[in-house]
């Protein structure tokens, strides 16, 4: 499953739940008024919810329509919680004795934060959420002085900062748990991919290894067949090369691997594939091309490598190439197969060439 289509779908439950409590709290607040402990004129209260739901609308219509449009959904956890947190304390503002009962949509509504907000962020929201319920509470003071006890106001919010404080603190380790989860899952994504990445490279030189040419032989044998689109397998090899680890060792040996491997990356387009067979044998898998245009390519590489010199002992170096084009519906040990046996005739017929498969026939490209 996808990771970002979890993570929008996530985004979609959680603003769905939102939107459930939400509603139980508008239902609750209306039944309170009609128990008259809510006092607001009607037309007062049918401004406020309507100015709420549609704000919480249409927050819920933009994450809703970018998940079905197959877009990263945008986190909309701070603004609903700043949407209803201004809503319930408008609404504590407006009641009386069950004022303490209503606070509880406050520790309702601070918990969303624990999976989207940073520690700052923690502490910024409790803030705005005590200021605002001080804000009701100052301007309840001013409007209804005696519907309002300091004593007992004094004790709800103390107790109300006390829950706050709590809310900071594990909101804060709920955010580092979180930070660190997703570390941990970046470093081992990336350790994946280098895992992933050295199983298909060969380590020395750097190009894709064996396995690797033989997935996407078969991937690309699959295309050729259903579509049509040719392409053509060249079987290299440095001529003479173990007289060169025998005369110079290894090392020398590793570093004209290395120099041939570069050559044949920067002569072969982005579709192509250069892979390391083994030892000092190479292919080339040119997708897209006729034998007779990848012949072009290949006797282009032969003559560079016959001018160049290669490590520091300034050593001549030559190629040996069969090449053939991929026939239908056949396997792709077969395709190689009868590159191989056409590098075998260009060894047998003096090496420094290119044989190539032209139909049923062996054609020679001598350099």
Same mark, same amino acid.
């Given at each position: ?35 008259? %402990? ?6 007062n209260l049918v401004i406020l919810l309507i100015t709420f739901w549609a704000g919480h609308l249409a927050t819920l219509g933009l994450v809703l329509a970018r998940n079905k449009q197959q877009l990263k959904s945008p986190s909309m956890t701070l603004p609903h919680m700043i949407w209803a947190i201004i ?17 509880? &949509? ?29 804000? &009701? ?26 829950? @706050? ?10 955010? @580092? ?13 990336? &350790? ?6 050295? &199983? ?13 040419? @033989?997935?996407?032989? #078969? ?35 590793d570093k004209v691997l290395k120099q041939f491997s570069e050559l044949l990356q920067e002569s072969v387009r982005e579709v192509d594939l250069v892979a390391r067979y083994g030892g000092e044998e190479f292919v080339l898998l040119l997708n897209g091309l006729k034998i007779e245009t990848a012949a072009i ?5 032969? #003559?560079?490598?016959?001018? @160049?010199?290669?490590? #520091? ?12 084009? %991929? ?12 590159? #191989? ?27």
């Amino acid at each position: 499953m996808d990771v970002s289509s979890e993570s929008q779908r996530d985004t979609v439950r959680r603003t769905l739940l939102a939107s459930c409590g939400a509603l139980l709290y508008s239902a609750v607040f209306l039944f309170c008024y009609w128990l008259g %402990y809510v006092l607001i004129d009607a037309a007062n209260l049918v401004i406020l919810l309507i100015t709420f739901w549609a704000g919480h609308l249409a927050t819920l219509g933009l994450v809703l329509a970018r998940n079905k449009q197959q877009l990263k959904s945008p986190s909309m956890t701070l603004p609903h919680m700043i949407w209803a947190i201004i809503f319930v304390s408008i609404s504590l503002y407006h009641t009386v004795e069950i004022r303490p009962a209503l606070m509880m &949509a406050y520790l309702t509504i601070l918990p969303f934060g624990a999976f989207r907000l940073h520690w700052r962020g923690f502490f910024g929201i409790t803030l705005f959420t005590f200021s605002c319920y001080a804000i &009701a509470l100052f301007l309840l003071q001013q409007s209804r002085p005696g519907q309002w006890s300091p004593e007992v106001e004094m004790i709800i919010g103390l107790t109300f900062l006390l829950a @706050m404080l709590g809310y900071c603190t594990l909101g804060r380790e709920f955010s @580092m748990l979180r930070e660190r989860l997703i570390s941990s899952n970046q470093q081992l994504s990336l &350790a994946l991919s280098k895992i992933e990445e050295l &199983a298909i490279t060969d380590e020395l030189t750097g190009l894709h290894n064996r396995r690797h040419l @033989m997935n996407v032989l #078969d991937k690309q044998r699959a295309i050729a067949n259903r579509e049509g689109t040719p392409f053509v397998l060249a079987f290299i090899d440095l001529d003479n090369f173990k007289l060169i680890n025998d005369k110079f060792g290894h090392g020398i040996g590793d570093k004209v691997l290395k120099q041939f491997s570069e050559l044949l990356q920067e002569s072969v387009r982005e579709v192509d594939l250069v892979a390391r067979y083994g030892g000092e044998e190479f292919v080339l898998l040119l997708n897209g091309l006729k034998i007779e245009t990848a012949a072009i390519v290949v006797e282009r590489i032969r #003559d560079s490598v016959e001018k @160049m010199k290669f490590s #520091d002992q300034r050593l001549a170096m030559t190629i040996s190439v069969g090449m053939t084009e %991929y026939i239908s519906l056949e396997t792709a040990e077969e395709t190689l197969d009868r590159a #191989d046996k056409l590098l075998y005739v260009a060894k047998q017929e003096g090496r420094n060439r290119v044989v190539c498969q032209v139909l049923d026939t062996s054609v020679d490209i001598v350099g």
